[in-house]
């Protein structure tokens, strides 16, 4: 009997030694006819659609083996086309968020450059410097003493802090509820060296937990911290001081 030599196919793609791969070949690849192995055929990303885990079908990026060697693949009209176009696409994305950050940076740029003025300790130097006097602030408690007549509740002093009266400015506070609040009230700004606190955080996230200002309301020689809430408008504190130090409009 004469039996035809069979011998299968083997990948014919080069190895970085320059011998042919020589792993059996799966397919041929359609542009060179060269024979390829699994390994060597050019792979592509394709949304398939899959069961997903509510039970609806839903297209899920999976990984397909092409009928062609990568060489030809990467200059293939199809393939390039595709590349050009994820240029494309990741070019209008970074153009998009370079959009976003400078508005960003226009919107909220003026507030980080106040709270900046405040936290680093600036505006602090400016009101010593131009010596702007100081007024005092303090705590107050309400407890509870027992008299002659029965009890009452008597408001106490329990700290005093100094600061520099800055004028009404806007508050945002809880009114309870989950429901914030915007009113003015009249601001004064601790005496107190902040400029190395939290000194690993952001400006902004210095600006809301270190305690630059207090609300208040005039109280014997001076005024009472009411505590509570977080400046709204640091442009408009910003502005109040570098007025009050005379180094502003
Ligand atoms: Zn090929
Ligand atoms: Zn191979």
């Known amino acids: 009997m004469n039996q035809a030599e069979v011998r299968p196919a ?3 793609i080069p190895l970085r030694s320059g011998k042919p791969c020589g792993v059996t070949a799966k397919v041929r690849c359609m542009t060179c006819e060269r024979a390829l192995c ?8 394709r949304l398939v659609d899959e069961v997903g885990p509510d039970g609806r079908l839903l297209p899920f ?8 060697c990568e060489a030809c693949f990467a200059t293939s009209p199809a393939e390039l086309a595709r590349i050009e176009s994820e240029k494309r696409a990741a070019q209008i994305r970074q153009e998009q968020e370079e959009a976003k950050r400078q508005s960003l940076l226009q919107i909220h740029g003026p507030r980080i450059e106040a709270e900046e003025y405040f936290v680093s300790g600036a505006a602090r130097q400016a009101l010593i410097a131009a010596g702007i006097p100081k007024g005092v602030v303090y705590k107050t408690e ?3 003493k027992k008299g002659l007549f029965g009890s009452r509740w008597v408001e106490t002093i329990v700290s005093t802090q100094h600061g520099w009266r800055i004028g009404n400015l806007l508050w945002t506070y809880d009114a309870g509820g989950d429901v914030s609040l915007q009113s003015t009230f009249l601001t004064i700004m601790l005496d107190q060296d902040i400029s190395n606190a939290l000194s690993n955080y952001t400006t902004t996230e210095r600006a809301t937990h270190l305690r630059v200002f207090v609300r208040v309301e005039p109280y014997a020689d001076g005024y009472k911290d009411i505590g509570g809430g977080h400046l709204a408008d640091w442009i408009a504190a910003a502005k109040a001081v570098k007025q ?5 409009i």
């Open 142 to 144: 309400t407890i509870q």
């Open 61 to 68: 990026p999976r990984t397909v083996h092409l009928q062609m």
């Open 244 to 248: 009050l130090c005379g180094t502003g």
């Open 10 to 12: 083997v990948c014919e």
């Open 38 to 45: 699994e390994s060597h055929q050019a792979t592509t990303t």
